[in-house]
């Protein structure tokens, strides 16, 4: 336990591969990143691309406005689609549809009159110099009639001067339509393309939003795993220290009873020895009075020997002098003395 709370340990403070591991989790989050705002803005992506391709396809023909050179007329002579050069970048609604072909065919029609009264206005002046010329070379006498078709083919060329004026007014005025369908087919292209880029520019924050909080989940989640890491640690940490005081414990615990052990064994120890010492003394002590009791059994005999031999003596001698008396006084006080020895042996072998 001490050994995984070491390597737990080490491993905590050490800063070995700190920013390849930094890395490799930001690299994670941003594919992930990426991944989530793909999955999210991929409806929309493909829908845009669907409706440029329509209108991509829809467009047969694009008109610059010019200046009056002959392919924008021969475009509106032989029928073609006229449609923004402006870019609008969306198809145009029905209703700029439907006006933008009346000015079409309005200008078409104004056309057709205009060329026509062009044509004869060409004639006309055709007609007015061939009179002018026979008006010239005329004879005197062929002046006036000569000078009479001049003016009715003056006239005639002025007419269908003015007519070709009105024509080309009429046409201009067509164009001017045409144009201002145009322009209103640009604007609601424009707007439409507004109101797209207005859906995915939503449909950005959105995705963004989305992405804000997968990340913000993701930082959440590891703030949560870090969290449990601390948590686990901080257990491992709080087990290991909870089995060394409990060790701790076991050891003491051994120790007090090794040592309540040796307290009993030494006061087992220490009573046996009592006990042999009693015994010992209890030994001892019978002994002496074994010994004392035997040497005053001997003290008793020797005494009682000495009464006999000395009973017997007095009766031999009986009739003996006085001399002789104290001498055995004596005698007597000499046994006494050896009694008294006795007696001090006794006390000798007490104290043993």
Known sequence: MRIVQMIISRFLRDQAGVATVNMVVLIAALSGLGLAVVSTVRGGLSNEANRVSDQLTSMSGIV?????????FDTIRNGGTVATAAGGGGKTTSASQSAIANAKAAAQIALSNMLGAKARY??????????????????????????????????????LHKTYRAALGSYKSARKSLSAARKAATAAAKAKTAAAKAVTKSTKAAARAKAQQAATAKKAAARAAKQKAQ????????????AK????????????????????????????????????????QAAAAKKAKAAREKAAKSEKKHKSEKSSSEQKDGHKKDGHKKDGHKKDGHKKDGHKKDGHKKDRHKKD
Do not use: D, T
Not at 64 to 72: A, L, Q, V
Not at 233 to 241: E, N
């Open 231 to 242: 948590k686990a640690a901080a257990a491992a940490k709080a087990a290991a220290r909870a």
């Open 122 to 159: 060409a004639a006309a002046r055709s007609a007015l110099k061939a009179a002018l010329k026979a008006y010239k070379s005329a004879s005197p006498a062929n002046r006036a009639a000569a000078k009479q078709a001049y003016l009715a083919a003056k006239a005639k060329a002025g007419a």
């Open 64 to 72: 610059s406005g010019n200046n009056g050179n002959s392919s924008w």
């Open 245 to 284: 005081a409990k060790a701790a414990k076991s050891v003491a615990a051994k120790k007090a009873a090794a040592r309540i052990a040796a307290q009993k064994a030494a006061q087992a120890k220490a009573a046996k020895a009592a006990k042999a010492r009693a015994a010992a003394a209890k030994a001892r």
